[in-house]
């Protein structure tokens, strides 16, 4: 996958791009990263990329002639059509649903704003998605990027290291994720539950779906509309409803 940042502030990226799961990613050619300061496409002699917004208001707005021309330099060559994802607080709620889609394609193209906004020529022609990362607003688009980058990076085959880690991630099964434990069995008086070490893997299924279904009832009972339930857990979702009406 072929992964590109328009971004202002390029050494934001440094970090978090060469490090853990990213890193890993670009060693075993899964992903490649490309971060550009799309202030070299401005043609500005001051290298401007913001102008004020026609109408009057505050703030400043993007300007849409360095955006354009930079994804066009991006993907001109490229072989498949690219996602161009414009990060906005105006967008789709970015979800682990979203991740997975687009952990699908080849080509992505970020877009990390700053200022007031986006002149609107930029969303309506030159971009596929808008996602947002909640309903809060963020200095810029930076951040937000890095962590949709990451929740899909992650997603892509053998990064991991064990392609079922992702599969029963929180989100990915419609529903929170059950408890962990590891060792020691003891600790300080506080021990593990003991069907998790009683070998009997029917059992711990079993607690696994029903601690899952528990967490998410407690946490986010929105996700159990729409989450794809087993037969045990429809069960415990019937009981649940009974109870709660």
């Not at 193209?109 to 809060?136: A, K, N, P, Q, W």
């Not at 009683?198 to 711990?204: D, F, K």
């Amino acid at each position: 996958m072929q992964i590109d940042v328009l971004t202002l502030f390029p050494e934001m990226f440094e970090g978090v791009l060469h490090s853990s799961i990213m890193k890993k990613a670009q060693d075993q050619q899964a992903a490649s990263f490309r971060v550009t300061d799309f202030r070299e496409y401005s043609t500005n002699k001051h290298r401007k990329v913001d102008d004020y917004p026609y109408g009057g208001g505050a703030g400043m707005v993007l300007k849409p002639e360095p955006l354009f021309a930079a994804v066009e330099a991006l993907t001109s060559t490229s072989e498949v059509k690219p996602r161009v994802i414009l990060m906005c607080p105006q967008g789709q709620r970015f979800t682990q649903k979203k991740a997975e889609e687009l952990a699908k394609e080849e080509h992505l193209v970020f877009i990390c704003g700053h200022y007031e906004g986006y002149d609107e020529r930029i969303r309506e022609h030159l971009v596929t998605d808008e996602i947002s990362l909640g309903d809060f607003v963020l200095t810029g688009g930076e951040v937000a990027s890095m962590a949709i980058i990451d929740s899909i990076v992650r997603l892509l085959p053998d990064v991991l290291g064990n392609d079922q880690s992702a599969v029963h991630d929180s989100f990915s099964t419609g529903m929170l994720e059950h408890p962990q434990y590891t060792r020691p069995a003891s600790y300080n008086g506080l021990e593990v539950p003991a069907v998790l070490l009683s070998g009997n893997h029917a059992e711990i299924d079993k607690w696994r779906q029903e601690q899952a279904f528990q967490r998410t009832a407690e946490r986010r009972p929105e996700l159990l509309e729409d989450a794809p339930l087993t037969n045990y857990q429809q069960t415990l979702y019937q009981q649940w409803k009974r109870k709660r009406d």
